[in-house]
């Protein structure tokens, strides 16, 4: 099955960009990561992108094992909070500093899919132009909301996991799921999300017909939508086609 990709990282009006991606791919998976150093702390930049490198390093020596993917992943999330932990005790500076994450793995031998992701970094999943899913933030405003309990006026910014918050990180992991042709995946931090509800993502897939033109309809929606003053967060994301979707996004589903 073809697998196309696509990526931006904007620093939005911050003059440090705390947003890190990347991928790796083996002979039979591939690995896609984004990650987002947690704003108020020095050192979220150093962060990101330790968890991405540490991440995809894992994931090229352990590509095409035949350990259960969920294994891998778990493996994968604890070296990169073991490696931003080390940073942190490294340089006395930095020893608040944290990312959030989200990872996916394709496999394209088997056609299937799993991902993992820790803090509000999401992960977004689409077939025939309808969403089917997204990971759950690790924060107190999903807290709240699954309780049932009020959550106006919380910030969406506090988190109660990320990389680099204790030594037992302890990621929500997918199951492993089926991969159709034509199904697609968004890997994206909180500054594009925030700003983008989850029916103007999934409306926009509808309209294009390449990876490249449905980023470029992102971040132009995240422009238009950054308000009067024009201040926003760094915002990042990587998209993941399989096959062919311009071809079914618009086909009813049955």
């Known amino acids: ?10 620093s939005g009006s911050r003059t440090i960009n705390q947003d890190a991606i990347g991928h790796v791919a083996g002979e039979t998976s591939e690995w896609f990561v984004v990650s987002d150093g947690v704003a108020g702390a020095p050192g979220g930049e150093v962060a990101s992108k330790l968890a991405v490198a540490t991440v995809l390093s894992c994931c090229a020596s352990g ?3 035949d350990d259960a993917p969920e294994g891998v992943l778990h493996a994968a999330l604890a070296a990169a909070n073991e490696a931003i932990l080390a940073e942190q005790r490294r340089n006395p500076e930095q020893h608040k500093m ?8 394709i496999d394209r031998e088997r056609g299937t899919a799993q991902w993992a992701h820790l803090g509000d970094s999401r992960l977004y999943w689409f077939r025939r132009g309808l969403l089917l899913g997204r990971t759950r933030d690790h924060s107190l405003v999903q807290q709240l909301a699954d309780a049932g309990l009020p959550c106006d006026g919380i910030s969406p910014r506090l988190l109660h996991l990320a990389l680099g918050v204790r030594t037992d990180a302890a990621p929500s992991v997918g199951e492993v799921v089926s991969i159709h042709d034509g199904d697609v995946f968004l890997l994206c931090t909180d500054g594009l999300w925030q700003q983008l509800p989850d029916d103007v993502i999934e409306h926009s897939l509808r309209i294009v017909h390449t990876v490249d033109d449905w980023l470029a309809v992102l971040v132009g929606e995240a422009k238009t939508r950054a308000g009067p003053d024009g201040q926003t967060d760094n915002y990042s994301a990587l ?13 009813p589903v049955r």
């Open 63 to 65: 590509a095409d094992a």
């Open 1 to 10: 099955m073809k697998i196309s990709h696509a990526q931006f990282s904007h």
């Open 98 to 105: 944290a990312a959030t994450v989200a990872v996916l793995r």
């Open 239 to 251: 998209a993941v086609w399989l096959g062919h979707p311009e071809r079914v996004t618009l086909a």
